[in-house]
């Protein structure tokens, strides 16, 4: 039963952001890029990011072609009526995103974890990497009062 699961979340279709803003940082390119992401098992929330794309020029003059930084910020909030679905109520909670920020070894991904004692709900973004782990990353919390929760 548990191989039928991960087949189904692995062929699940990714859920898509959407570049709702840029912001140019300096000279050579380098823009500020902040993406929102409607959670797709929590109908009512939709988070943003923010995170750092590199220029050509940047990746030219620093020698690394491949990746992006893996430094992000998030901030999620209630965007309508919260309708909870079928979530992962663990301690480990949900990947909500993936996304790329190199070739192969780094990603950016959204988590989200289930606080049932305060009814809240928390977001976290970090970067996943493949040889090593980053502590770089953010929170952000959206109350559960008065939504309606998955039976």
């Not at 979340?9 to 902040?34: F, S």
């Not at 480990?92 to 190199?102: I, K, L, T, Y």
């Not at 070739?103 to 090593?132: G, P, W």
Request: charged residues 25%.
């Amino acid at each position: 039963m548990k191989h039928i699961a991960l087949a189904a979340a692995l062929l699940a279709t990714p859920v898509a952001a959407e570049q709702v803003g840029e912001v140019g940082v300096d000279w050579v390119g380098n823009d500020i890029i902040i993406d929102a992401i409607a959670d797709p098992k929590v109908e009512g929330v939709t988070c943003h990011i923010a995170y750092f794309d590199r220029s050509l020029i940047d990746r030219l003059s620093q020698g690394n072609w491949f990746e992006d930084p893996s430094n992000a910020s998030i901030a999620c909030r209630q965007t309508g009526p919260i309708k909870v679905g079928d979530i992962d109520m663990s301690e480990d909670g949900e990947q909500v995103f993936r996304e790329s920020r190199s070739i192969i070894l780094k990603s950016l991904r959204i988590k989200r974890i289930f606080d049932e004692a305060n009814q809240t709900l928390i977001y976290l973004v970090h970067a996943q990497e493949l040889t090593e782990g980053s502590a770089k990353m953010s929170i952000s919390t959206v109350p559960l009062f008065g939504a309606v929760l998955a039976e």
